[in-house]
């Protein structure tokens, strides 16, 4: 199953190449899953379709996620022959016990295993994954996985709250009474001692859930989805965003079918629905609508999970997509918000959201900063509007301010 897949995803990424020759890659992050399951030459088939068939920017960030369990030396060798510049370690946690509950496949050895492989490897630039909040996790407990980290001195640092998600073996254990539920406010005391070690340790905290030991080291690929900017997906599972600019399209019709919530369009020149919208996206044009405000044009969509089925439709020149849609200009904007508010020094530019959407962000939502501001919740002056360390702990409350619009 493994190859197939790999001929499919080599096919779904040239055939997006010819549409976007005017614009560099920037990003690359190889994740989903644990995709250094992968040999190194199945790695590189992908890799050489990438360097074939795309311009990378100077200083492209291409990150790896990486599983502490099922990597070794030579894995991390060949991953930095390949290219990729970044690793991100699915650590979890330095607690034995909490690796056992998370039903994690490494143990804390083979964290400091994985560590001083990539390092020696010559990785300098590696993200470790944490998790806090989980049912039974002390605060001592997770006072020491945050010291070991530390210590370890990584450039960047991701520190989650554990999420019972719907239909998961966690959440039937919380309705069963096999495990209590998370403490948020024991979650919300631990993230404050997250955030006085990692800064007594001098990390930036520039984004809710991340450090890094410097500016340089904010991971780029995620920066792009918190500023609400282009991306696309390739494989099954993955979601792409990507906005149009009017001024550079031409005179053809508008294409109505790309306003439907699914891609129902046939295959052009037995290629996969990707490279067919990629087509109607750079040449058609757009008619006055409830976006006339706005240059851009925004579109999302995502391939459908199943693998078989991602292989087969790919094959097949079959839509590989399961949804396509374009926000309302409201949601366009309220989404903006919420994820750039995320960013803790950035904000959300003034002048950005102004090119995005012909609009000042305090003409759009005035009332709502008004109330914001008046809570001590944001921070606004000429240029953005932030999070202020009172709004950081209730971020979410914030957050919905924008979306309810």
């Known amino acids: 199953m493994i190859d197939p897949l790999i001929d499919a995803l080599c096919q779904e990424l040239r055939c997006w190449s010819s549409t976007l020759t005017d614009r560099q890659i920037s990003t690359v992050f190889l994740g989903g899953g644990t995709p250094t399951i992968l040999s190194v030459e199945q790695l590189q088939r992908i890799f050489d379709t990438l360097y074939q ?24 060798q060949g991953l930095r022959e390949l290219g990729v510049n970044r690793l991100s370690l699915g650590v ?30 010559g990785f300098d630039n590696i993200n470790l994954d944490f998790m806090f909040g989980l049912p039974e996790q002390d605060a001592e407990a997770w006072q020491a996985t945050l010291e070991e980290a530390i210590a370890l001195a990584p450039s960047h640092l991701s520190l989650y709250s554990l999420i019972v998600e719907p239909n998961t073996v966690l959440h039937h254990w919380v309705q069963t009474g096999r495990v209590s539920s998370p ?9 404050e001692a997250a955030m006085e070690m990692m800064g007594n340790a001098g990390y930036i905290h520039y984004e809710v859930s991340n450090w890094a030991n410097s500016i340089e080291h904010a991971c780029k690929h995620n920066l792009t989805y918190w500023r609400n900017d282009d991306y696309l997906g390739f494989g099954p599972g993955a979601h792409s965003h ?43 044009a757009l008619v006055a609508d409830d976006d006339s405000k706005s240059r851009f044009r925004e579109f999302r969509w995502g391939n ?13 020149a079959q839509p590989t ?13 309220g989404e903006t918000m919420m994820l750039g508010l995320r960013l803790l020094h950035e904000g959300v530019p003034r002048e950005r959201f102004i090119k995005l959407y012909e609009q000042d962000l305090t003409e759009v939502y005035k009332d709502e900063i008004a109330t914001l501001t008046s809570k001590g919740l944001i921070h606004v002056d000429e240029n953005r509007i932030a999070l202020s360390p009172a709004g950081l702990m209730v971020g979410n409350q914030v957050f919905t301010h924008f979306l309810s619009v």
């Open 53 to 76: 068939q795309y311009s990378f920017a100077e200083g492209c960030e291409i990150t790896s996620e990486v599983n502490p369990g099922v990597v070794d030396r030579t894995k991390f």
């Open 183 to 191: 403490d948020d406010d024991l979650a919300a005391t631990q993230y």
């Open 92 to 121: 979890q946690s330095f607690q034995e016990s909490e690796l056992h509950f998370l039903g994690r496949v490494h143990n804390v050895a083979d964290v400091y295993a994985a560590y001083d492989a990539a390092n020696a490897a």
């Open 242 to 284: 990507l906005r149009v600019d009017t001024n550079h399209l031409s005179d053809a019709l508008y294409a109505e079918d790309l306003s439907t919530n699914t891609l129902a369009a046939q295959p052009v020149n037995a290629q996969p629905v990707n490279a067919q919208l990629a087509s109607m996206l750079s040449s058609m």
């Open 321 to 333: 997509g399961e949804f396509i849609e374009r926000p309302d200009r409201l949601v366009s904007m």
């Open 304 to 316: 459908g999970k199943s693998v078989p089925g991602y292989i087969k439709r790919i094959r097949t």
